[in-house]
């Protein structure tokens, strides 16, 4: 299992972080399962649907729980690209880079399209990225994280995942 941070705002404008857990069952029917107390509208759940299309999944099965409370509304299709992102690392067994964060909304070309409410979105992560993954030219200057933006899908995996053998080759060699 793999947790990724989601980026929301919440009615009132404050910007809260919320946790996808995603499952890869690789002996499936190479379906989607979504579960969370939380409420989806039409947009978040086409971005999920997006999300899941742009993936060579074959029989894997793909179980996505959104954790958080129930009297919350997920209704941004800006979650697809940390959904994304997380089912691809969830197949091919890498992980999530410490401290990376992700905000996007995905066509069904594998473009990352503008998201909404970016500031409430990055003062929710201060203190907390090292990197914030955004769609191209939304980048907003701020110290301390790194803001870097992204037009598509393999340029997003590049920066937001690694190879966790990757991560232990370099603390063994140091």
Known sequence: MIKIPVLAVLTGGQGTILELEID?????????????????????????????????????????????????????????????????????????????????????????????????????VLGKAERLLVPENQALPVKGIDIVEVANLQDAVEYALIDPTEISSATTEN
């Open 24 to 124: 890869a069952i690789k002996e499936g029917k190479g379906q989607l399962f979504f579960e969370s107390r939380l409420f989806l509208d039409e947009v978040a759940r086409t971005a999920l649907k997006t999300a899941f299309s742009l993936l060579d999944v074959g029989k894997t099965d793909i179980l996505v729980r959104l954790v958080g409370e129930k009297d919350f509304c997920l209704c941004s299709g800006s979650f697809a690209l940390p959904v994304y992102l997380g089912m691809y690392a969830s197949i091919r067994g890498l992980e999530l880079k410490p401290g990376a964060y992700s905000t996007g909304c995905i066509n069904d070309k594998g473009e990352i399209t503008p998201v909404g409410d970016l500031a409430e979105k990055i003062r929710a």
